[in-house]
């Protein structure tokens, strides 16, 4: 070991502080993030009203919130992510959120299916430029020790803008319309943007990765280049401990979004509850639930690493098979009462996929290749999740009312029930990456 490098480690082992400011940054980015899915539990939650005036069937619904939404939102993340590891992050974020509140009031204007669907496309676009842009600043404002937590605080924009979307877009559909509520939240996005600009500042590449004794300004030279985007790409998808993140993330999310993009549909058609119900009870139950495992989730998975990496992916692994019960109670249910509650289970314990896997990433890559690296993880996951999901579901569902003449709520509930082999599916891929974690700390590759 050379004198460098023996003089930099005692320090590389100090715990680094973290500004005041820097908590400021992880807020704002989370208030930004709210939004970006506060629109899309705007559009679960009013998807039955907007059914019926459309007059739409569940695969058309499916297709619209799923698929053609999430491919245009992985392929522009991608070009985004790119992007971002060259230029202004912060700006990058502020024109995606200014572009997807806009085409959020449009839905609220929207009188055909062609007129939404391109609208939604809108929206994914703008919002392929929220999260990876977010994730590369947070970690250039906290050292890799800090970042479980940090980008676990700022994915609560997730439960946070569940919640509201579901709470806000269900009183506003039942005291004025459902177009109204999408032309007012598109609004207070716009000006959210313009209040990002004020309060976030751009950090330098890799300033968080120095030693303690190297000033900001000072960042390491490997965070000044610049690898190319072939390159990244590759380096992402042949690395099997990333790839394998990349799917449980994908399979973790495809039951998730299955869930999140019905669960309004399921509980008013199938379990009979009220619109203002919604408004009140499963808005509260996704803030709660899904807020208590988003943050815990970050917590406990920088507390267990330091045993061992593995829990990177043992932790997700063990909240999605404990989700299994819960949620098979959850479709069959007797009551909205019964099925709410056995819903907190899978919605507390499977988002802890998210921070676990950010970590994973941010911590594996250089950073100049941080925002492309978490748009490559972004395109795995939002293609098998978002895009699979809510199509399965409205695809399965139809089906089982034209084919096997069912009525609408007896095929949505069959349809929901077949997301549950996805379950076992999703504990399998999660326990080979924690393999692959372990074999990558055993060849030294991952500290």
């Known amino acids: 070991m050379s004198t460098a490098t023996q003089a930099a480690a005692p320090a590389a082992a100090v715990p680094r502080p973290v500004s005041a400011y820097s908590w400021i940054v992880v807020a704002m980015l989370c208030f930004i993030y709210i939004f970006n899915f506060l629109d899309r539990q705007l559009m679960s939650t009013l998807q039955e009203f907007i059914k019926k005036d459309l007059n739409l069937t569940d695969e058309q619904l499916g297709l619209m919130t799923g698929l053609y939404f999430a491919l245009f939102y992985t392929g522009f993340g991608v070009i985004v992510g790119f992007l971002a590891d060259r230029t202004s992050r912060v700006r990058i974020l502020f024109f995606g959120c200014f572009l997807w509140s806009l085409f959020t009031s449009l839905c609220g204007i929207s009188k055909t299916y062609p007129v939404m669907v391109t609208a939604r496309i809108g929206v994914g676009v703008g919002e392929a430029a929220g999260a990876p842009p977010s994730y590369s600043i947070i970690s250039d404002y906290f050292p890799a020790e800090k970042r479980g937590l940090a980008l676990a605080v700022f994915s609560l924009g997730v439960p946070f803008g569940q919640a509201l979307g579901a709470g806000f877009g269900a009183k506003i559909a039942e005291l004025y319309s459902w177009r109204m509520a999408f032309i007012g939240i598109g609004i207070i996005g716009i000006i959210a943007s313009f209040i990002l600009l004020l309060v976030v500042k751009e950090p330098k590449r890799g300033a968080a990765d120095a030693p303690l004794d190297t000033h900001m300004e000072e960042a390491p030279v490997e965070a000044l280049e610049r690898p190319g985007f072939i390159r990244t790409f590759i380096e992402f998808f042949t690395r099997p401990v990333l790839v394998l993140t990349a799917l449980g993330c994908g399979l973790t999310a495809l039951v998730g979004y299955a869930a999140l993009g019905w669960n309004v549909s399921f509980l008013t058609r199938v379990k009979h509850m009220a619109i203002g119900d919604i408004a009140l009870y499963y808005a ?148 080979l990456e924690a393999w692959a974690i372990a074999k990558e700390v055993r060849s030294g590759r991952m500290a």
């Open 284 to 431: 509260m139950m996704i803030a709660v639930a899904m807020g208590l495992g988003t943050w815990l989730s970050g917590l406990i998975v920088d507390w267990l690493v330091k045993r061992s990496k593995i829990w990177y992916a043992m932790l997700p692994a063990i909240a999605v098979g404990l989700s299994i019960p819960f949620y098979v109670g959850y479709v069959y249910a007797p009551t909205w009462q019964v099925a709410l509650a056995c819903l907190a289970g899978p919605t507390f314990l499977t988002i802890m996929y998210l921070a676990p896997a950010l970590a994973v990433v941010q911590n594996s890559v250089k950073p100049a290749q941080r925002t492309q690296a978490g748009a490559m993880l972004l395109m795995v996951l939002n293609l098998i999740g978002l895009g699979g999901g809510p199509s399965l579901v409205g695809t399965l569902s139809t089906w089982f009312h034209e084919s096997k003449g069912m009525s609408d709520a007896a095929g949505l509930q069959a349809a929901m029930f077949w997301v549950t082999p996805f379950y076992a599916i999703t504990v399998v891929v999660l326990l």
